[in-house]
C-alpha cells in the first residue's frame, strides 16, 4: 500500500523567510509519481510539480525548488524569499506509474505567511 | 481554454438521500478521477474512469458509483447519504497513465 506522510501541520513564518516542507513517501513499486499540489482557501488545488521516480535532479522554478532523495524516500519542498500569496494549504502525493494511477495525498501542511 | 468544472458549487441534502456530482475535464482530457476532502484532511482517491469504464477505485463502498459519458464527461452518485459523506468532492482530469491531473474547484456537499 502506499502511503504519503507530512509531518508538519502548520508552519508559520514571516514573509521573506525561506521555508521548506517536507514530504516522506511509502510504496512497493519501483516506478512511481511523486507531486506536490497547492490549494488556496478558495479550495482548487493547483498542480506545482511531477517528478518521476527514475528522475533524481533537483528542480527549480524561480522561487520554488524541489529536494527529491530516493534513498530516504522523501520529496521536500522548498520556497525561497516567501510571500504572503504563497499562504496556502500544501499537498504532497503519490501515484504508480504505469497502469491506473489514483493520487495518494499526505494531510497536507498549512503555511501561513505572515507580512 | 476552460479547465475542469464541476457542478453545483454546493448542495445541501439529509441523510439517507441520494445525490449526484458532475464533471466536465478539460478539452483534450479523456481520464476523470474523483475524490473526496474531509474538513482538514487530504484528498482521498475514490475512483477513476477511462474510456467509459472504472479503472481503479480506492477504498470506498459501493454506495459510490460513477459514470463516463462518451464526450469523457462524468458522474458520481452517491447514495443513502451518510453525515459522514459531507465533504469537498474534486473531480481532476489528464490524459493517458501517469497524466497530470487537473483539479476542478469542486463540489461542497453537506448532509444534515
Known amino acids: 500500500a502506499q502511503k504519503v506522510t507530512q509531518a508538519q501541520t502548520e508552519i508559520s513564518v514571516v514573509e521573506k523567510e525561506d521555508v521548506t516542507l517536507d514530504c516522506v513517501y511509502e510504496?512497493?513499486?519501483?516506478?512511481?509519481?511523486l507531486f506536490w499540489y497547492k490549494q488556496p482557501p478558495s479550495g482548487e488545488l493547483v498542480f506545482l510539480i511531477r517528478?518521476?521516480?527514475?528522475?533524481?535532479q533537483n528542480e527549480i522554478s524561480g522561487r520554488y525548488s524541489w529536494n527529491f532523495q530516493k534513498s530516504t524516500s522523501s520529496f521536500n519542498f522548498t520556497i525561497t524569499a516567501s510571500q504572503v500569496v504563497d499562504s496556502a494549504v500544501y499537498f504532497c502525493?503519490?501515484?504508480?506509474?504505469?497502469?491506473?494511477?489514483?493520487?495518494?495525498f499526505g494531510k497536507g501542511t498549512h503555511l501561513i505567511i505572515q507580512p | 481554454d476552460a479547465g475542469v468544472t464541476q457542478s453545483p458549487t454546493h448542495l445541501i441534502k439529509t441523510r439517507g438521500q441520494q445525490v449526484t456530482l458532475r464533471c466536465s475535464p478539460k478539452?483534450?482530457?479523456?481520464?476523470v478521477s474523483w475524490y473526496q476532502q474531509a474538513l482538514g484532511q487530504g484528498p482521498q482517491f475514490i475512483f477513476q474512469?477511462?474510456?467509459?469504464?472504472?479503472?481503479q477505485r480506492g477504498n470506498f463502498p459501493d454506495r459510490f458509483s460513477g459514470h463516463q459519458f462518451p464526450n469523457y464527461s462524468s458522474e458520481l452518485n452517491v447514495n443513502a447519504l451518510l453525515l459522514g459523506d459531507s465533504a469537498l468532492y474534486l473531480c481532476?482530469?489528464?490524459?493517458?497513465?501517469?497524466?497530470?491531473?487537473?483539479f476542478g474547484a469542486g463540489t461542497r456537499l453537506s448532509v444534515l
Open positions: 502525493a503519490l501515484s504508480e506509474a504505469e497502469g491506473a494511477d489514483g493520487l495518494t
Open positions: 510504496t512497493r513499486d519501483t516506478t512511481y509519481y
Open positions: 474512469y477511462y474510456e467509459e469504464e472504472e479503472r
Open positions: 478539452s483534450g482530457h479523456d481520464t
Open positions: 481532476a482530469s489528464s490524459t493517458g497513465t501517469g497524466g497530470v491531473q487537473y
Open positions: 517528478r518521476n521516480s527514475f528522475d533524481e
